[in-house]
């Protein structure tokens, strides 16, 4: 099984660009985009089950230093995907 979910990110301001790339390095980001409004950062990953989710999530992301805020959204069904 795989789970796919968006996590829309919350850094110190000013850290954004290199936190984008610190985080850009982690296997389970298969995207990472800047996004101006409530949140700084929104990511995709990729995982194979909830409970590495939740082990992505409290052991890699949310204990870096510059995270103020992390909000999930699990992905139940992609109706439309873009080719690179």
Do not use: W
């Amino acid at each position: 099984m795989v789970l796919l979910a968006y996590v829309l990110i919350t850094v110190k301001s000013g850290s954004e660009r290199e936190f984008l790339k610190q985080i850009s390095k982690f296997n389970q980001v298969v995207e990472a985009n800047l996004v101006i409004g409530e949140n700084d950062i929104v990511i995709k990953i990729d995982v194979k089950d909830i409970s590495h989710m939740d082990k992505f999530l409290t052991d890699k992301l949310r204990v870096l230093p510059d995270v103020f805020l992390t909000t999930t959204m699990i992905i139940t069904e992609q109706f439309k995907t873009k080719k690179a």
